[in-house]
């Protein structure tokens, strides 16, 4: 284990088990916990599914988080343990007086009558 996973536990501040369940619910689950949690707290996520962190990838933005570690635990049933920080994101104004969120990579007209 790394320094920076060990920093990592003593810090967790949010935890899931989801153990059992299937890949669409925890794929929700882990995506309405890091929308639900602070810029800076952390997030520890146990699953069994070796299949959940590539499609978790594929569907987090990426700058919404930062990946602390990832390990498999051997046991008699064996699961994962997936450590995450929320990252803070800053929104971009565009120089059309749009604003960009990169939390989600959408793009807001300031003025609603400037729509198209």
Request: proline share 5%; glycine share 6%.
């Amino acid at each position: 284990m790394s320094e920076k996973e060990k920093n990592f536990d003593r810090s967790i501040t949010h935890y899931l088990d989801l153990r059992g369940t299937i890949m669409p619910f925890s794929l929700l689950k882990i995506s309405q916990a890091l929308r639900g949690i602070e810029p800076g707290e952390s997030l520890e996520v146990l699953w069994s599914d070796p299949d959940t962190p590539a499609d978790l990838f594929k569907v987090l933005p990426q700058n919404a988080y930062e990946l602390v570690g990832m390990d498999r635990i051997e046991e008699k049933d064996p699961y994962f343990r997936l450590m995450l920080l929320k990252r803070s994101v800053a929104v971009c104004a565009e120089e059309d007086g749009r604003i960009r969120d990169g939390r989600f990579n959408q793009t807001f007209f300031v003025n609603a009558a400037e729509e198209r």
